[in-house]
């Protein structure tokens, strides 16, 4: 008996994340050469779809339906455990102390990291641009939910086949590397003010992690990164409405404008551009 081959369930749980990374992949692409299409249609009827206000609502739905319908699609279905997803009851007077202490020393590091990135770029305007995205508090909870339903795909794919630790951080690190063949996360990572937005979901999976560790609760992971990511915006909020703000928008909004005359492609429409 060859010991070292993983077990017929380890692998059709890997083969399922597979399937889900695939989809995924598939849905941006998709809707990136739609988009790219339609921009080279001079029609009238062309541009008025391609502007259409709905398409990141619906490109973000569709993501959001399908990072959080799998995992519990595939549970049901016996290909993942629910353990591994991160959905068994959990105890949470025990590790609710640690829960909270682990997300507000995180929500904190990752504010100071925030405040002082913007701090020394001295560019105000960049950081209006990020929070114009995430302008509501809805937002934040949107994007934690999309992240975190993803990341419990990749953990409940991967430590069947390499256990629960070393599972966990493999996770972040197939989810990091399947962003690398997105289209609409390499055009943000090339644009100033968008490529913060990449980072920071990154870091926040890295704290989800972490969270999950110690709780094995998704909804502990998804508690710390709506902490994160709650403290990043409402910093930015805060800088935005000092007098600083309006000094350094006023010296850099012909530059600012020029930037975003070059970035008309692909604003918003990607299925997974949470």
């Known amino acids: 008996m060859v010991t070292w081959l993983p077990k017929d369930d380890a692998l059709r749980s890997l083969l399922a994340g597979t399937a889900y990374t695939l989809l ?13 299409g339609l921009d080279r249609l001079p029609s009238p009827a062309a541009i008025r779809l391609r502007r259409w206000h709905a398409w990141p609502l619906i490109g973000q739905g569709l993501g959001l339906a399908l990072a959080l319908a799998f995992p519990f699609a595939l549970v049901l279905a016996g290909l993942f455990s629910a353990d591994d997803v ?3 009851p959990v105890d949470w007077p025990l590790i609710l102390p640690w829960v909270l202490s682990v997300s507000a020393v995180s929500a904190l590091w990752l504010a100071l990291l925030w405040g002082s990135y913007w701090w020394r770029r001295r560019n105000l305007a960049q950081a209006a641009a990020w929070h114009q995205v995430h302008r509501r ?5 949107f994007c934690a939910l999309y992240h975190e339903g993803s990341s419990a795909t990749f953990r409940a794919a991967l430590i069947p086949l390499i256990g629960p630790y070393w599972g966990i951080w493999a996770a972040v690190l197939g989810k990091t590397l399947a962003a690398q063949a997105n289209p609409w996360t390499q055009a943000k990572l ?4 968008q490529s913060e937005d990449v980072y920071l979901a990154w870091a ?14 998704a ?11 709650a403290s990043v915006w409402a910093l930015t909020h805060f800088i935005l409405r000092g007098p600083s703000y309006r000094s350094s928008l006023a010296t850099s909004t012909n530059d600012q404008g020029q930037d975003d005359q070059g970035h008309e492609h692909g604003r918003g429409e990607d299925p997974q551009a949470l």
């Not at 995924?24 to 790219?36: E, K």
């Not at 508090?137 to 909870?141: D, G, I, N, R």
């Not at 090339?190 to 003010?193: E, N, Q, S, T, Y």
């Open 24 to 36: 995924q992949l598939a849905g941006s692409w998709i809707a990136w050469g739609l988009a790219h």
């Open 86 to 88: 991160g959905i068994r």
């Open 137 to 141: 508090w809805s937002e934040v909870l």
């Open 190 to 193: 090339r644009r100033p003010g």
């Open 204 to 217: 926040l999976d890295w704290i989800g992690a972490v969270l999950y560790l110690l709780s094995k609760s």
């Open 219 to 229: 909804w502990a992971a998804l508690l710390g990164r709506v902490l994160g990511q």
